[in-house]
T-cell receptor
Framework: RKEVEQDPGPFNVPEGATVAFNCTYS??????FFWYRQDCRKEPKLLMS???SGNEDGRFTAQLNRASQYISLLIRDSKLSDSATYLC?????????????FGSGTRLQVQP | EPEVTQTPSHQVTQMGQEVILRCVPI?????FYWYRQILGQKVEFLVS????????KSEIFDDQFSVERPDGSNFTLKIRSTKLEDSAMYFC???????????????FGPGTRLLVL
């Protein structure tokens, strides 16, 4: 089983749509969760950290469900500039490891 | 806003040659990382570095790889004898020290695209 699993997409949505991505992780000892955004041939950039209580940043809402070991990202009112690959990222702590484990990413294409 | 920088942006080399990829982490960060991303694949962890030594490495980081912090600002990744399969984008990342979620955040450099012929 993959450590971090995401639907690769692509998700093709019209401008203004609401779109949701899910991600599952395999290790229940995971402690830190993030969504990063990656544009084509660019570096991953932090979109938001994901907290147990859920958190919102403008049009973006992240949720964490530890019992089911999944993380979600909701994007409301999609913009053309939201087109990118969204990476679910987990920090596994069971070995004291501080390295990030990345999912393969979900590609979003927002269309006019 | 401070950022991680990497040089060169692109490197083309012949198989068997040595390459050194350079990174300047954010100045008050204490943990440094190298990741790689083969074209079309996910980002993979290579090595982490703290307090002038490797704190963890993945199975990818074999004896052909080494890291160094030669001075107070640079962090380098050396590949001693490159192979075709080393062709990838190599990202450097850094983070502050601390256990809070916001301090776990790693900031990535723009990457070095390595092509081994």
């Amino acid at each position: 089983r993959k450590e971090v699993e995401q639907d690769p997409g692509p998700f093709n949505v019209p401008e203004g749509a609401t779109v949701a991505f899910n991600c599952t992780y395999s290790n229940s000892a995971s402690q830190s969760f993030f969504w990063y955004r990656q544009d084509c041939r660019k570096e991953p950039k932090l979109l938001m950290s994901v907290y147990s209580s859920g958190n919102e940043d403008g049009r973006f809402t992240a949720q964490l469900n530890r019992a089911s070991q999944y993380i979600s990202l909701l994007i409301r009112d999609s913009k053309l500039s939201d087109s990118a690959t969204y990476l679910c990222v987990v920090n596994f702590r069971y070995t004291g490891r501080r390295a990030l484990t990345f999912g393969s990413g979900t590609r979003l294409q927002v269309q006019p | 806003e401070p950022e991680v920088t990497q040089t060169p942006s692109h490197q083309v080399t012949q198989m068997g040659q040595e390459v050194i990829l350079r990174c300047v982490p954010i100045s008050n960060h204490l943990y440094f990382y190298w990741y790689r991303q083969i074209l079309g694949q996910k980002v993979e962890f290579l090595v982490s570095f703290y307090n002038n030594e490797i704190s963890e490495k993945s199975e990818i980081f074999d004896d052909q790889f080494s890291v160094e912090r030669p001075d107070g600002s640079n962090f380098t990744l050396k590949i001693r004898s490159t192979k075709l399969e080393d062709s990838a984008m190599y990202f450097c990342a850094s983070r502050k020290e601390g256990g809070l979620a916001r301090q776990e955040t790693q900031y990535f450099g723009p990457g070095t695209r390595l092509l081994v012929l």
